[in-house]
């Protein structure tokens, strides 16, 4: 019993771990992608806060592959007049998936 205790938290700080890592990538992928130029957490600064997008899309099947269009292509018009450029080039299309899925997840 004792072993199988053990295995379960050795596989619970593994996930834990794997959870950090996946956080500090995103962190560094939202700074190589330029998001964080416009964009915050928890607050508004030229373009919504990820906290906003998450709760705008929230319990919609398709938002991470429309978002992951939307900040690929760029646009405007759904947060207010200030245009978003396109960002293709800058994230790899998984890297881009990583970036949506994370915020999203707020």
Do not use: R
């Amino acid at each position: 019993m004792k072993f199988i205790l053990g295995m379960m938290a050795a596989s619970l700080l593994g996930l834990a771990a794997q959870s950090a890592v996946a956080a500090t990538d995103v962190s560094a992928l939202t700074q190589k992608g330029g998001c964080m130029a416009c964009h915050s957490a928890d607050k508004k600064i030229l373009g919504p806060s990820f906290k906003d997008v998450a709760a705008k899309y929230k319990g919609q099947s398709d938002a991470q592959e429309m978002l992951v269009k939307k900040v690929k292509a760029g646009g405007s018009g759904v947060w207010g007049p200030m245009p978003m450029p396109a960002n293709t080039g800058k994230l790899s299309d998984d890297e881009f998936k990583a970036v949506v899925g994370w915020v999203l997840s707020l």
